[in-house]
């Protein structure tokens, strides 16, 4: 019989390193066009209202150290841009992937995530504090499939547990 929660650790373990090499083979302008569009249709609500109009003009990097990626965030004609290089930003969003999905899922709020240095917040202060506040707001099972929210959420839940070392026994 499988062990779901020895599976969900290792995927949540293991997960950073698999998505870290398979970056590594997909040409930078590829995965920015295919994030750029993931963000829009995510965030086409919020666009669509105006409600990301503090991002005109202002170009956030996003940095996720654990998989080795980086990407820069610009709003262009009230759409988002993602490109691999820009020479400067205007803050800087810094977070390992187990503490994104956390961040995404709600399973940790970005203070808890920044006071224990786990979220990094660098630069324009007003800003950050702005693009914090629109995450924390985001309900993800009005946006996504319930299927797979109820994956995601799963994988964050195990994020303390890996932390503290508490890991499921291997399957026999």
Do not use: C
């Not at 202060?125 to 309900?139: P, R, V």
């Amino acid at each position: 019989m499988i062990n779901k929660k020895w599976v969900t650790q290792q995927v949540v373990a293991r997960g950073p390193l698999w998505v870290g090499t398979a970056l590594k083979y997909v040409p930078k302008p590829i995965s920015s066009f295919g994030l750029g569009r993931q963000l829009n249709w995510f965030f086409r609500q919020e666009l669509q209202q105006g409600e990301l109009d503090f991002l005109a003009g202002k170009t956030v990097k996003v940095e996720v150290p654990d998989v080795s990626y980086q990407f820069y965030l610009e709003m262009q004609q009230s759409r988002f841009k993602v490109s691999s290089e820009l020479a400067s930003e205007d803050v800087v969003f810094r977070a390992n992937s187990q503490y994104l999905l956390q961040l995404i899922t709600q399973q940790a709020d970005p203070d808890t995530l920044f006071f224990r240095r786990k979220l990094a917040l660098l630069g324009d202060t007003e800003l950050a504090l702005s693009i914090k506040n629109l995450l924390d707001s985001i309900e993800l099972n009005k946006r996504l499939p319930k299927s797979l929210v109820r994956v995601l959420t799963q994988l964050a839940t195990a994020v303390p547990a890996m932390e503290k070392g508490h890991l499921a026994e291997k399957p026999g």
